[in-house]
């Protein structure tokens, strides 16, 4: 009785390390094989178990550059889509130009003045479109500094304050913020995040933007409000992701490229309406 306890206790600890390591396993990690010595049952199992472990980390490789490819190609189309825009009107404009032209009609002059502007306006359009997807592909080059971020808050708000129809409030905590950041991507977050809730008011009243900071321990908490009509509650989980925008115009890479920035400076971004 005691030789077949002291073997079946052997073999149940074989398998409870078996056991433990398939509880494990898990498809986002590297995933790490079984040692086993001896040539036995039990080590036929840990070298399927092994294979099984191999496989797993090929087809997690293959899924996440599937999904990258994925992304990308989403995002390919959604550059197209926007690219496609300006085009129409800027086509439009100069065949209209062209056929005036060709008929000899009085107002060439002022037609072409028209379509310069036309032009113009469109070909920033697509500058932005170009440079959107240009800061989002470059999230992950960082220059990482100490940086304040009350020089970069102070240095928006003082382009703001010649708008008269944004009203923007800024309640710092006392002494200078330091952290660890890319000065030129802390820029252009808060950018992006005033842009946003500029865009976010109505046209028929003054944009009232308020920043407020608050320090626990060695964090602090930046939060924007603004006076806009919030966002419905079905497209609230939306707002970080590449591509969502409420705007009738707009990569909707604005808030997506935020999000980034925050985490690449082991930060943590999140809205309340």
């Not at 009085?106 to 070909?123: R, Y």
């Not at 935020?258 to 082991?266: D, L, N, P, S, T």
Request: proline letters at 2%; glycine letters at 6%.
């Amino acid at each position: 009785g005691l030789i077949a306890l002291l073997i079946t206790n052997r073999i149940t600890r074989s398998f409870a390390v078996i056991s433990d390591k398939m509880k494990e396993v898990n498809l986002g990690k590297h995933n790490e094989e079984i040692v086993w010595n001896r040539n036995d049952e039990i080590g036929d199992l840990v070298t399927e178990y092994n294979k099984m472990v191999a496989k797993l980390g090929e087809s997690a490789d293959a899924l996440a550059k599937s999904e990258r490819e994925g992304a990308w190609r989403e995002m390919a189309r959604q550059v197209a889509h926007e690219i496609k825009n300006p085009l129409t009107p800027m086509k439009l404009s100069i065949q209209y130009l062209q056929k005036a032209i060709n008929n000899n009609q009085d107002n060439v002059k002022e037609l072409s003045a028209n379509v310069a502007n036309t032009l113009v306006e469109q070909i920033d359009h697509l500058s932005k479109i170009a440079a959107d997807f240009s800061q989002f592909a470059n999230i992950g080059n960082t220059n990482v500094e100490l940086v304040d971020l009350h020089d970069v808050l102070s240095s928006l708000k003082d382009l703001y304050q010649s708008d008269p129809n944004v009203k923007l409030l800024w309640y710092p905590v006392n002494n200078k913020v330091m952290i660890s950041a890319d000065k030129t991507q802390m820029n252009r977050l808060f950018t992006n995040l005033l842009a946003n809730a500029v865009q976010a008011c109505s046209e028929d009243e003054t944009c009232r933007i308020l920043i407020d900071e608050k320090r626990t321990g060695s964090k602090v908490t930046v939060s924007i409000q603004d006076n806009g009509e919030g966002i419905p509650a079905d497209m609230q989980d939306k707002i970080f992701v590449p591509n969502f925008t409420t705007k009738s115009s707009g990569t909707g890479l604005g808030l997506a490229m935020c999000k980034g920035i925050v985490e690449q400076a082991k930060g943590r971004i999140w809205f309340e309406t």
